[in-house]
């Protein structure tokens, strides 16, 4: 069993930056393919990044590309989303997922992910 906790959200203005955190429990963090999802109200849940579990393969959504950053850590067992030009169609709880295949992580509305985060609260102001 995983269990991911989420850390970094708040409250911003547009064009502000944020960094979320994920830290799993265990210490077979770095066998687990890791992805960042949002929900917004009244929305679908959507996948914003992914990252594999040596962190060489990254995946943006077209929402978040050019302006977000997925990263790892397996030595400090820690995932980050750094969110940068934040506008307020960014505005939803953010999660962060866990799965042993990369590509079960990199659905778009990540069915199919064994493990998931309590959320996140990231809210944009404009």
């Known amino acids: 069993q995983v269990q991911l906790v989420e850390s970094g959200g708040g409250l911003v203005q547009a064009g502000g930056s944020l960094r979320l955190s994920c830290a799993p429990s265990g210490r077979t963090f770095s066998i687990y393919a890791m992805g960042w999802f949002r929900q917004a109200p009244g929305k679908e849940r959507e996948l914003v990044a992914a990252i594999s579990q040596t962190g060489y393969i990254t995946y943006y959504a077209d929402s978040v590309k050019g302006r977000s950053t997925i990263s790892r850590d397996n030595a400090k067992n820690t995932m980050y989303l750094q969110m940068n030009s934040l506008n307020p169609e960014d505005t939803a709880v953010y999660y962060c997922?866990?799965?042993?295949?990369?590509?079960?992580?990199?659905?778009?509305?990540?069915?199919?992910?064994?493990?998931w985060g309590q959320g996140t609260q990231v809210t944009v102001s404009s």
């Open positions: 997922a866990a799965d042993l295949v990369y590509t079960t992580v990199t659905n778009p509305t990540g069915r199919g992910v064994r493990y």
